[in-house]
């Protein structure tokens, strides 16, 4: 494996002070700590039910140090391009609007508002963070949530492949789509700067290791975001206006699936056979990302 970046690591400014109510060792704070870090306090969030519900407290107590508003689940895309165009009518249109929503509330219920706002490439960046589950309400399995894995509603271990959002968003042809994770920051705040100065739709899937969904110690954050990478599980990759897709951080040997699978609680009980097909899969998703991807790594 790769050292752990080093120059995000450095920025300093605090957008959600301690005393927050994730659970210890929470991925999805990282992530907005890290995407804040780029983005500054100018920024308005548009919060549909999701874990950063609770995170982010009721009014008027909260841990955040920027403007936010809760939506209701489905809406996150639609609110802020609402408030993007309330902005706008009143001067203040500078202000960057995020939609900070979970894989249940992107990948599901708040699918068709994204949708709507995506083909009207309406001027907001969507961050969805992505912990692989409905873990606000107690981990039942989402579209996001990968085969195999073990949820309250999928306890033999989900049937279906995990959907790819990222495809999906690219197909509107928004500018800009990207996936990121909380173990490479570089890389993450990295296309946090180039979202920030592109006009039209955004869309950022991060991904989140969850130690509480994922069954496994919350001192393991890190190590299973990276893992998710260098298994090539996730590949952090770029895709401009639907057409040019981008590989940034390239896997050099892939590590076996199987080091991922095995530090996770979700995915105990999986037989070599399972193993080895999830394996399949992603070799196979690789080999076409490769044909059809450039590769710019820094
Ligand atoms: S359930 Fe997971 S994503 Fe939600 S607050 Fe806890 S650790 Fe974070």
Request: contains cysteine; aromatic residues 8%.
């Amino acid at each position: 494996m790769t050292t752990p970046d080093t120059a995000a690591n450095e920025r300093t400014d605090q957008y959600i002070t301690p005393g927050h109510l994730a659970c210890p060792g929470c991925g999805a704070t990282l992530a907005m700590q890290w995407v804040l870090s780029v983005l500054g306090k100018d920024t308005v969030l548009g919060l549909p039910a999701c874990c950063f519900s609770i995170i982010s407290g009721a009014f008027p107590h909260t841990p955040m140090n920027v403007n936010l508003v809760h939506t209701a689940f489905e809406t996150g895309a639609a609110i802020a391009s609402g408030l993007k165009a309330g902005l706008e009518a009143t001067g203040r249109g500078h202000a960057h609007v995020v939609s900070w929503a979970g894989d249940g509330g992107t990948f599901d219920i708040g699918l068709q508002a994204l949708s709507g706002a995506a083909e009207r490439n309406e001027d907001i960046i969507y961050v969805c963070y992505d912990n692989e589950a409905y873990m606000n309400t107690g981990n039942q399995r989402s579209s996001a949530t990968p085969r195999f894995a073990r949820t309250t509603t999928s306890p033999a271990g989900e049937s279906m492949h995990k959907k790819d959002i990222l495809a999906i968003m690219a197909a509107h042809g928004i500018p800009y789509a990207a996936s990121a994770s909380i173990a490479f920051p570089d890389d993450l705040t990295a296309k946090v700067e180039k979202a920030k100065h592109i006009t039209g739709t955004r869309f950022l899937h991060i991904l989140v290791a969850c130690p509480t969904g994922w069954r496994m110690p919350s001192d393991m954050t890190i190590t299973a975001a990276r893992l998710a990478v260098e298994t090539g599980v996730f590949p952090l990759i770029e895709i401009e206006n639907g057409e040019r897709t981008t590989i940034t951080y390239l896997p050099e040997p892939r590590i076996p699936l199987a080091e991922y699978l095995s530090i996770q609680g979700r995915f105990s009980g999986m037989s070599k056979d399972e193993i080895a097909e999830i394996q399949r899969w992603v070799n196979e998703r690789w080999e076409r990302l490769m044909k059809t991807a450039d590769v710019s790594v820094p």
